[in-house]
């Protein structure tokens, strides 16, 4: 349980995109913000310039959608997890840190490829391809990976990349065919590296 006491009735709160765990921004708040944050899904700061209550996005619709909310050993400090809708920085920023990144996208990609497959859309190739079965897709995969060791053998490393590309789209496709994660087989490796 936060202790607002702590810190004169105002605590930091860290921003961690929930997908990717790029963090995205800082900010306070007061016991009236987290309760609105928590009731609405969308992150209400303290504003210590406007003296109220703020929901980031309240303007630009660049929202932050709350997926997780944690309070760190002491007490005193909350990590929110959260989803951006677009851009978290007023800069037009993905971090307000000005640091623009690919890394962790893959956890994005991972939920795109999850709305596909539940939303269905028409002409989705990524739908159709898991609509036709685990068969398929591992059938996929295997392709991919030829595709990825022939071009390893040549020097176009832009070849390289989009084969490599191709075949972890794919594996994130396989893995949800299993009703998995990729969040679980760096579980495997973890336990595996102690």
């Not at 490829?113 to 068969?135: D, H, K, M, W």
């Not at 392709?143 to 176009?156: F, H, R, T």
Request: with cysteine; hydrophobic share 35%.
């Amino acid at each position: 349980m936060i202790n607002f006491e702590k810190s004169a009735g105002l605590v930091p709160v860290i921003i961690q995109h929930a997908g990717t765990l790029q963090v995205l921004m800082l900010g306070y708040m007061n016991e009236e913000a987290l309760e609105k944050t928590k009731s609405e899904g969308k992150v209400t700061f303290y504003s210590r310039s406007k003296q109220r209550l703020w929901t980031k996005g309240e303007s630009s619709g660049n929202y932050l959608i709350v997926e997780e909310i944690l309070t760190d050993c002491d007490d005193d400090t909350l990590l929110i997890k959260a989803y951006p809708v677009g851009p978290t920085c007023h800069t037009g920023s993905t971090s307000c840190f000005r640091e623009e990144t690919a890394k962790g996208f893959v956890y994005d990609l991972e939920k795109v490829i999850e709305q596909r497959i539940t939303e269905n859309p028409e002409g989705s190739y990524t739908a159709r391809l898991f609509s036709r079965g685990v068969n398929k897709v591992a059938q996929k995969v295997g392709e991919e990976a030829v595709e990825l060791v022939i071009e390893s053998k040549d020097d176009n490393i832009d070849l390289f990349q989009n084969e490599a590309a191709d075949l972890l789209y794919h594996y994130l496709i396989l893995l949800k065919t299993k009703n998995l994660k990729l969040e679980d087989i760096e579980a495997v490796l973890k336990e595996r590296h102690k």
